[in-house]
């Protein structure tokens, strides 16, 4: 009886063995591609644990308050930024249209933010410390690497977002799921989902990639809810587990649940989905390993921001 016991459940460990190797590396699958401009974006040498590039279509007004109360307008073709924590240590740099208006706009900066223009670019952020110049020195000598390089995981997420969305790609950059900084920054944008970060985590989910779509007419100095609902923005969140695939599909139940969402139908597909205070609305997705997050102003919108991603992964398989 022993051995017939220990036959049996060897043949079910090579079984589960066997199970978890063919379905590992069940996940979505990426474009070949980023979109111009954003296939030329590099990264800053620096330790981060957050970045952000915005490249809008033209470039956007932004309205600058000068030191002696007077305002002008400058015009913002490119924004970068870094963080170690994306509301407490943090840098930006923003490219204008001219010199005059990088210098105006260093000016307005409230106390406590350290700035610097140097010809049409102004670089800023806080605390002024030993990182703040690290980044400093990176951006002014362009010390940079291939994102494939510096953050693979990162760059693999973008390639992962559709390839025809709706609205234009506004914005594309990642977090780290560290501690709670996830949570913070998403509860930041009007946007929390509570311990979202923490049930990421639990399915081995270090980072998440995201994808803004939309496109300013005037930039806002600063981001939150209110002005991406203004905008029309979409935001899709994308990130994969390192359990295979079959470990995640026992997992995502917990984590839907944990977020409050109910399964429903979207394009033949399951998907599941919740209201967020009646301004946000989030559906989620799952293709094997990888986890997907939309987030819209309305229900039609963010149902149409998720076929965007379903259409493109049947189209990716062929099918």
């Keep these: 009886m022993r051995r017939r016991l220990l036959f049996l459940f060897g ?11 063919l379905n590992w590396n069940d ?25 952000v590039y915005v490249a809008p279509q033209r470039p956007s007004a932004v309205t ?8 002008a307008t400058g015009r ?25 208006e990088a210098s105006v706009a260093a000016l307005a900066l ?90 990421l985590r639990f399915a081995r989910v270090d980072l998440v990639s995201f994808g803004l779509y939309g496109e300013f007419g005037e930039a806002p100095s600063v981001i939150n809810a209110d002005v991406l609902r203004g905008m029309g923005a979409g935001i899709i969140v994308v990130a994969e587990s390192s359990y295979p695939a079959f470990i995640v599909g026992l997992l995502w139940g917990r984590i839907v649940s944990a977020a409050g969402l109910e399964a429903v139908a979207l394009g033949g597909e399951e998907a599941h989905y919740r209201s967020l ?25 963010v149902e149409k921001l998720a076929l965007s991603v379903v259409q493109s992964q049947r189209a990716r398989r062929g099918g």
């Design 64 to 71: 600058i308050r000068g030191a002696d109360g007077r305002e």
């Design 277 to 301: 205070d009646d301004e946000w609305h989030l559906m989620a997705k799952r293709y094997g390993r990888t986890l997907y997050f939309f987030v819209e102003a309305s229900r039609g919108e």
């Design 110 to 199: 409230e106390a406590g933010i350290w700035r610097r223009a140097e010809g049409r670019t102004l670089l800023f952020g806080k605390p002024d410390n030993a990182w703040a110049e690290t980044v400093h020195v990176a951006w002014t000598g362009e010390d940079r690497l291939p994102w494939a390089e510096r953050d693979p995981a990162a760059r693999h997420g973008w390639l992962l977002l559709p390839d025809a969305p709706l609205s234009p790609l506004l914005a594309l950059g990642f977090i780290r799921n560290r501690e709670d900084v996830l949570d913070r920054t998403l509860a930041e944008l009007g946007l929390g989902v509570g311990g979202l970060g923490t049930g």
């Design 11 to 21: 043949i079910l460990l090579v079984a589960l063995v066997a199970f978890a190797f």
């Design 27 to 51: 996940a979505a699958l990426p474009g070949e591609a980023l979109p111009p401009p954003f296939d030329e974006w590099a990264a800053p040498d620096v330790p981060m644990n957050a970045a």
């Design 76 to 100: 913002v073709v490119r924004f970068e930024g870094v963080a170690v924590d994306p509301v407490r240590e943090y840098a930006g740099r923003v490219e204008f249209v001219d010199a005059a």
